[in-house]
């Protein structure tokens, strides 16, 4: 069996990547369950000119697998991650151009830690590993190790959405990047929307064109781009125990549960409006609900995090002074993680998962939230239309985030759903998360990629032969015209050329 290399943007201990949720689940598992190598920075940050930049820390973990980590240096870290990462590629590709920095300056840092990472990966690499890059931290990679000579199959799976092709275009290294992920064998997106949307920005940035056998052409390379939704393992959040005690709450309210990253793109600002003004068309239920949000942060340097959570802090502090009472606040709003297992409890014990970005890859969450609820009496998921797991979930109710109105009559429609809808929906839900899990995306990816190397190759040497050909036609031709063999007796003297010459039509004589 062949081993897998994972490389991204930040490798952790599996048993911590199993308890952090998400895709970072899917890859522990993965490399428990085969040889495998996960490659990536350690989350250090050092001085320019440290020693422990050139060192590559190889270190084992659970089963055959190995993790091999590097540092940044300070300005690695300010102008690739915060940088280019997230200040350029992370708002484009969410559809907020008007958050970009582009004019930075971020961009030859960007490409110079890809490049320092292909060196320092390009020395583990076995002849018969096969290569998986995560997210768009890493776009450049495959391009980089190519240029080491490092022919393995490599593919790329992107973890956030495509952004429509003119708004890729906005980025100033457009082309450089789309060339970049044309190195790849496989590009694995999220949803046939992303999928569509990379076709044309290859079409529009390097003459790309779909070839009959379904991959592109694209700046004369062929690779594959194929649509793999991300899952979960539905048995990690099945028999939860509901926790049914809400702080400054009576004990028969209804719990809203909402659990986002604290990040401009996951419509936070939207949803608290929304159940605001749920509160004020529907006072009925004053008393009754409870909005749970839960908002770890992420990138506090970043000037956009800033402002988000001031924005969410003083509209969580309106809405409870308009609404709440002595015994009842409305909105619990939690800027901290929390523990896997405990929102696992949080998540059964919800009438409603609120999930509503204005732009998301997946959105794991939603998932998970299903896969916690009890089969005789679960609770209903409100998502976003554009979040990528509203084209799997179809059966939650699906909004449009920047709808206060639709959103705020969502909620009622959820708390008051019968109980037989809300079983037939959550076995639909089921269906399709257990269908599309975890495993079957890892293994289905990795077997697509292996099958695009395949293919890749051959094309490689198909396209080489015919070359190989007509160089050795100029070699003959060159040989025979550098004067008559030795001892060739059928070699004719110059004097009977030039008279041969003479005799054929339009001949001189």
């Known amino acids: 069996m062949s081993r897998i290399v994972v490389v991204s943007n930040r490798v952790m201990e599996l048993r911590r990547a199993t308890q952090a949720g998400g895709v970072a689940v899917a890859i522990a598992d993965l490399l428990k369950a085969r040889p495998g190598l996960w490659f990536g920075w350690n989350g250090k940050v050092v001085e320019d000119g440290d020693t422990a930049l050139s060192d590559v820390k190889v270190r084992k973990a659970a089963g055959q697998s190995a993790l091999a980590t590097l540092p940044l240096t300070a300005e690695e870290h300010r102008d690739y991650y915060l940088g280019y990462s997230n200040s350029v590629l992370w708002p484009v ?19 110079g830690v890809n490049k320092r ?16 890059v995560h997210d768009y931290h890493l776009i450049p990679l495959a391009v980089e190790l190519r240029r080491l000579g490092i022919e393995n199959p490599i593919g790329f799976y992107l973890h956030i959405p495509v952004p429509p092709p003119q708004t890729f275009l906005a980025i100033p290294e457009y082309a450089d990047l789309a060339q970049a992920l044309a190195a790849y064998d496989l590009v694995g997106l999220q949803t046939e929307a992303d999928v569509s949307n990379l076709i044309q920005v290859f079409k529009d940035s390097g003459q790309g064109r779909i070839l009959q056998d379904g991959r592109v052409l694209a700046f004369d390379q062929r690779l594959s781009i194929h649509r793999f939704p ?15 005690n809400l702080v400054q709450s009576p004990s028969d309210a209804q719990r809203i549960i909402g659990v986002d990253r604290l990040d401009y793109t996951k419509g936070l600002p939207q949803k608290l409006r929304a159940f605001g003004r749920f509160l004020e068309k529907y006072p009925a239920y004053l008393r009754k609900v409870v ?10 340097s970043v000037e956009a995090y800033t402002d988000i959570r001031q924005t969410l802090e003083a509209l969580s502090g309106k809405i409870n002074g308009m609404f709440g009472e002595l015994d009842w606040v409305p909105i619990h709003y939690i800027h901290r993680s929390a523990p896997r297992d405990r929102l696992r409890d949080i998540y059964r014990a919800s009438r409603i998962g609120f999930f509503t970005p204005l732009r998301d890859g997946m959105n794991l969450v939603a998932k998970e939230y299903v896969a916690a609820q009890a089969p005789d009496d679960p609770g209903v998921p409100i998502l976003s239309r554009f979040a990528g797991a509203a084209e799997q979930l179809v059966d939650a109710i699906i909004v449009n985030p920047y709808n206060v109105e639709e959103m705020a009559d969502a909620i009622k429609q959820a708390l008051e759903m019968d109980k037989a809808e809300r079983i037939a929906r959550y076995e639909r839900l089921m269906s399709v998360i257990r269908t599309y899990d975890s495993a079957v995306w890892s293994a289905s990816f990795l077997a697509t990629l292996e099958a695009a190397a395949e293919e890749r190759s051959t094309a490689r ?20 015209s550098s004067g008559p063999p030795a001892n060739d007796a059928d070699a004719k003297p110059e004097a009977d050329l030039k008279a041969a010459a003479r005799k054929r039509p339009g001949g001189r004589s």
Do not use: C
């Not at 990472?117 to 998986?132: R, T």
């Not at 539905?234 to 049914?244: E, I, K, L, Y």
């Not at 909005?291 to 506090?300: G, N």
């Open 461 to 480: 040497i198909s396209a080489s032969t015919p070359i190989h050909a007509a160089l050795a036609k100029l070699a003959e031709a060159a040989r025979r």
């Open 93 to 111: 590709f969410h559809n907020r151009l008007d958050l970009a920095h582009f004019d930075a300056g971020f961009y030859p840092r960007y490409t």
């Open 291 to 300: 909005l749970t949000q839960i908002a770890p942060p992420t990138r506090e």
């Open 117 to 132: 990472f292909a060196a320092a990966l390009a020395s583990l690499i076995q002849p018969d590993d096969i290569v998986w």
């Open 230 to 244: 991300v899952g979960i393992d539905a048995r990690d959040f099945m028999g939860a125990t509901p926790v049914r």
